[in-house]
């Protein structure tokens, strides 16, 4: 079964860019949907963006200012995220599965990186 390591999070202020990364363990992650989910302290995790052969997605949250992308030659899958507001802060995990916004849909999860925004 594919193994998903997340990379890229951190702090960074209200405006600012940050690039996550996804690492995937097997080149078979070509068949997936790939996803970028997150959750806030409190909150439940909700769907950000995701990509498949089908094309791309995002949440109404972060349309305009994040961008998935994947590498199948490299097995990774990528969100680019500008414009950062305070209420982007949370642990964002990605997941492969099917073509879905649910949670449920997705059968494989990274161990999250944590995005902080501050004011």
């Known amino acids: 079964q594919v193994q998903l390591v997340e990379s890229g999070g951190g702090l960074v202020q209200a405006g600012g860019s940050l690039t996550l990364s996804c690492a995937a363990s097997e080149r078979a992650f070509s068949r997936y949907t790939m996803g970028w989910f997150r959750q806030a302290p409190g909150k439940e995790r909700e769907f950000v963006a995701r990509?498949?052969?089908?094309?791309?997605s995002y949440a109404d949250s972060v349309q305009g200012r994040f961008t998935i992308s994947r590498d199948n030659a490299k097995a990774t899958v990528y969100l680019q995220m500008n414009s950062l507001k305070p209420e982007d802060t949370a642990v964002y995990y990605c997941a492969a599965g099917s073509w879905s916004t649910s949670v449920n849909e997705f059968h494989t999860w990274g161990q999250g990186t944590q995005v902080t925004v501050s004011s």
């Open positions: 990509i498949s052969w089908i094309g791309t």
